[in-house]
């Protein structure tokens, strides 16, 4: 993407905005498997079958608080690895709704996009004029992503330190412009939301 600089100022402009006008006030980390497939087509096989795993940290803040109710913004940075397929490294934001259960259950779903660099797992090789190929060097491409995500979470300390189980579905483009221009991947969350107080 030739518009990977102004992107990534872009984000990076915004993060400041926000953290300016709205406090950052937690940090996340989770490990994350996932499977390529349609929305929703392989659910049961983030828990049953092969494990592509991964690591996804995070901060963010709310936009509007109620008893019940939260509108939310995250910035996220993660790692996958997905065996055969490809390397990935998001780095993207959501913004969602939480519905509080009780004083220490809650549900949500969010909506995201950000940027995605992805690094093929195996070697490229590159066909030249004499009929050869030369091997090439595997910086990666930048893509685009937009994500959807629903997803519990629970108190488990007096410090407001929440576990946390999402399931998202992201889109990749384009993948392969020739024949696979987006491609959709299951991922299951697990982790830790801690609560901090920025200055």
Same mark, same amino acid.
């Given at each position: 993407? /030739?518009?990977?600089?102004?992107?990534? !100022?872009?984000?990076?402009? %915004?993060?400041?905005? =926000?953290? $300016?006008k709205h406090k950052l006030d937690r940090i996340s980390i989770a490990i994350t498997t996932l499977h390529t497939d349609l929305p929703f087509g392989s659910f049961?096989?983030?828990?049953?079958?092969?494990?592509?795993?991964?690591?996804?940290?995070?901060?963010?803040?709310?936009?509007?608080?109620?008893? /019940?109710?939260?509108?939310?913004?995250? !910035?996220?940075?993660?790692? %996958?690895?997905?065996? =055969?397929? $490809?390397?990935?490294?998001?780095?993207?934001?959501?913004?969602?709704?939480?519905?509080?259960?009780?004083?220490?259950?809650?549900?949500?779903?969010?909506?995201?996009?950000?940027?995605?660099?992805?690094?093929?797992?195996?070697?490229?090789?590159?066909?030249?004029?004499?009929?050869?190929? /030369?091997?090439?060097?595997?910086?990666?491409?930048?893509?685009?992503?937009?994500?959807?995500?629903?997803?519990?979470?629970?108190?488990?300390?007096?410090?407001?330190?929440?576990?946390?189980?999402?399931?998202?579905?992201?889109?990749?483009?384009?993948?392969?412009?020739?024949?696979?221009?987006?491609?959709?991947?299951?991922?299951?969350?697990?982790?830790?939301?801690?609560?901090?107080?920025?200055?």
């Amino acid at each position: 993407m /030739k518009q990977f600089p102004i992107f990534i !100022f872009l984000v990076s402009f %915004s993060l400041i905005v =926000f953290s $300016q006008k709205h406090k950052l006030d937690r940090i996340s980390i989770a490990i994350t498997t996932l499977h390529t497939d349609l929305p929703f087509g392989s659910f049961g096989k983030l828990f049953t079958e092969e494990f592509h795993p991964g690591i996804e940290i995070g901060t963010g803040f709310n936009w509007k608080i109620k008893p /019940k109710h939260e509108w939310f913004e995250t !910035f996220k940075l993660g790692y %996958s690895y997905q065996r =055969f397929v $490809q390397h990935t490294i998001p780095f993207y934001s959501e913004f969602g709704y939480r519905h509080n259960f009780l004083k220490t259950f809650a549900a949500n779903v969010a909506l995201g996009a950000g940027y995605l660099h992805a690094i093929s797992a195996e070697k490229v090789f590159k066909l030249e004029k004499d009929g050869t190929y /030369k091997k090439k060097t595997n910086v990666g491409r930048s893509q685009a992503m937009a994500s959807f995500s629903v997803g519990i979470d629970g108190k488990i300390s007096s410090s407001g330190a929440k576990l946390f189980l999402n399931y998202q579905q992201r889109l990749q483009f384009p993948f392969i412009r020739s024949y696979v221009p987006l491609l959709p991947t299951n991922m299951m969350m697990l982790g830790v939301k801690f609560p901090f107080k920025s200055k």
